[in-house]
T-cell receptor
Framework: SQQGEEDPQALSIQEGENATMNCSYK?????LQWYRQNSGRGLVHLILIRSNEREKHSGRLRVTLDTSKKSSSLLITASRAADTASYFCATDKGDNNDMRFGAGTRLTVKP | DAMVIQNPRYQVTQFGKPVTLSCSQTLNHNVMYWYQQKSSQAPKLLFHYYDKDFNNEADTPDNFQSRRPNTSFCFLDIRSPGLGDAAMYLCATSRDAGWGQPQHFGDGTRLSIL
């Protein structure tokens, strides 16, 4: 069953602008990951943030986690047309492999 | 490069005709997963293998089966495909299970049912 919910469902911006996507989840988690999926391709892992972390950076990506609000955000700075893809959050509780994906945000970056 | 390979990329089968999708990995990961993804939806976990141990999701239909003959290969068998089984099927691997282990995905097999 689905755990995370992303919003917005779709986001369209101009190249160079920042893109922010949000993920909310229902139950307590140990880890939250963000993945990217280009059209017709598999998912690619972007970044992991653990429940005891509040913020992580990787290149142009910035992820925050607020466990009190059960939410995370992914910020892509200085977006490029190549960032056009769907972005999914995925959460797990730590044990077994109970990782669940949200429905995703479809990002379009116009050149 | 170490990777996850799915064959074929596109598969067409007839209603009710068994079909097998394949996945291979060169990462030597312990865990292999199969996901079903319908258009504009989240990937839905069908089952996974931790080494040889099979773990089925509670809501995976009996129509879906899987085999993992060795570390490198995993197969998804759909015994009697229905129209509702048309989807992208994604294979993924991870070194271990849970605990934030990133998953490595293949590019999927898009299954069409005639």
């Amino acid at each position: 069953s689905q755990q995370g919910e992303e919003d917005p469902q779709a986001l369209s911006i101009q190249e160079g602008e920042n893109a922010t996507m949000n993920c909310s989840y229902k139950t307590s988690i140990n880890n939250l990951q963000w993945y990217r999926q280009n059209s017709g391709r598999g998912l690619v892992h972007l970044i992991l943030i653990r429940s005891n972390e509040r913020e992580k950076h990787s290149g142009r990506l910035r992820v925050t986690l607020d466990t009190s609000k059960k939410s995370s955000s992914l910020l892509i700075t200085a977006s490029r047309a190549a960032d056009t893809a769907s972005y999914f959050c995925a959460t797990d509780k730590g044990d077994n492999n109970d990782m669940r994906f949200g429905a995703g945000t479809r990002l379009t970056v116009k050149p | 490069d170490a990777m996850v390979i799915q064959n074929p990329r596109y598969q067409v089968t007839q209603f009710g005709k068994p079909v097998t999708l394949s996945c291979s990995q060169t990462l030597n990961h312990n865990v292999m997963y199969w996901y079903q993804q319908k258009s504009s939806q989240a990937p839905k976990l069908l089952f996974h293998y931790y080494d040889k141990d099979f773990n089925n999701e509670a809501d995976t239909p009996d129509n879906f089966q899987s085999r993992r003959p060795n570390t490198s290969f995993c197969f998804l068998d759909i015994r009697s495909p229905g129209l509702g089984d048309a989807a992208m099927y994604l294979c993924a691997t991870s070194r271990d299970a849970g605990w934030g282990q990133p998953q490595h995905f293949g590019d999927g097999t898009r299954l069409s049912i005639l």
